[in-house]
């Protein structure tokens, strides 16, 4: 018996290994058979072994492959419910993360996703984390040209171009970041560093008859037409079926008083197109520059009736028309189709930009055609405080920053607001200027940064540090959580991924030991504002939850509950805010916060019911670490 045990042990021992090997030669055979799929194109067979391998035994790197299988055959939901459990799961599995690589990155493959989804905030992030997670040269081209793609359609041409050059540091004939770049700086009318991107982009493909026509506009812009009419030349050479390049090239003729060669080449340009505006809006400025009146009223004549009604064309190009602008005929012309524009303006170079929307291009002065008492005059106090910081941000313009919205849900008088309350932060609290952080029409990415960059600060004073957060535009409770947030002018009230929880704010303000930090809020969380709730339409009327506060942390608030935050017109500025100024400048900043708290909550109730019919109650909140002594404080 013990003889016939141990005979079936040994056997055993020797058929185990086999009927393992057996089964382990199977798994890999179908998994080169998914490999082989994806590599061959064919990724429904492969998003099917890859699916049979998951349910086999559901290892994360399958649900990797599949997910570039859907990639690949454009089925980008499925693609992204893969690599978010990718996301979910790697940082369990150890083999896994042995894998990591350009090809094996989840956040780089969900970032391209992203962008192509037009989630370009949420493409940031991901290539940002994919950096992070594998900082391989490959890596950093991949996932830094994919971010600046995201950045540059979010008009950040600053951190874009900074991408796209990081890329062409590591590799010099990347076209892809060569031609972004090349169009950002066209954009910001650097069209010098903007030649030398597409000079080299000819270098690298010299057939790229589009490229050839980039860098003519580019010499257009800097009135180098010579070089420019060899520019659209070559692009009408390489490509003579585009009539755009005809009439570029005639432009420039034009521009260099050619004009008989001017006219073969922009009749050229009709006889490839002549079912569109452009070619005949082309010739109608030909035939100004050359003084012929009746030729361009018939030219105009018929890129009206083809479609033309854009009055910024006409803007752009009034130097044009400059012999004509002044005749009856042409201003009726211009009535009769409904272009408006100054006639009177001459602009001072060719095909000139419109001028960018840009947080940075606002005029730091207010501007007013009356003088409001808290905007002048502000007390002056002449000690700063070096370890005093301000974030202040005035939201007001979402309509320009998405389509959908228009200007009737601006927040009115944000920025006047924060733009004062600035002034009061250096001449009263005694903030350094350079120790403020100041926002206008903040977006996401900015507002993200921005309160890193003051959690930062609070965590490198040993602390010392004493913060200050401004707040004027738009805030919005989750419908389901109840949870309070503030919206970026880029982030809509419908979806409130990429806005911020009021809490998590006071999280990062308080993260780090600190002296105090006081909290100004010229917002409500209930779905009102100013002007309109971002969802007026839907009629959300949500009572916010309560936040708990945590560390020395005091809170001034517009309002109570599921009120509104309304403007003074009188005053031009938000109620709440305009109240505060004036204390802060009656007292010269004098004043306990106890004594602040309970002005705003007098005056803000009594004045709106005056002046706007409507309640709105001012509130102070405090954590309960500084119950018994945040009322002694003192602004200065």
Known sequence: MKTKITTLFLLLCLISPVILFGQRERGEG??????????SGDYPKAIETYSALIKRTNGIKYYFERGKSYRKAKMNNEALADFNTVISKMNSDAS???F?????????WRGWIKLEMKDYYGGVYDFTQSINLNNSNNNIIYSCEGRGICYYNQNMFKEANEDFSRVISLDPNRLNSLKWRASLLTREEKYNEAINDLLKIIDLEPNAHKIYNDLGVCYVRLKNYQQAYIQYKKASDLAPEISLYYGNTAMCLAYMNKFD????????????DSLSYFSYYQK???FALNGKRSDAYKSLNRAFSKGLNDAQAFERNLNDFRLIKNDPEFKLLLDRNNIKINLDKTLASDNQQAQKVSTEAISPKVVSDTQVDVDINIPNNPTKYPYRFALIIGNEDYSSFQRDLNSEVNVEFAERDARIFKEYAVNVFGVPEDNIIFMINARSIEMDRAISKINLLSK???GKAELIFYYAGHGFPDEITKEPYIIPVDVSAKDLKYAFKLSEIYKELTEFPNQRVTVFLDACFSGGARNQGLLTARGVKVKPKDNMLTGNIVVYTATSEDQSALPYQDKKHGLFTYFLLKKLKESQGNITYKELSDYLKEQVSVKSILVNEKEQQSQTYNSPV???????WHVK
């Open 30 to 39: 179908l998994e080169q058979v998914g490999k082989k799929a994806f590599d």
């Open 96 to 98: 896994f993360l042995q």
């Open 100 to 108: 990591l690589s350009t090809e094996y990155n989840p956040y780089n």
């Open 261 to 272: 060669e001017a006219y073969n080449s922009i009749n050229k340009s009709i006889e490839l």
């Open 284 to 286: 109608a400025r030909i």
């Open 460 to 462: 490198n004073t040993q």
């Open 626 to 632: 500084i119950q018994n002594s945040w009322g002694d």
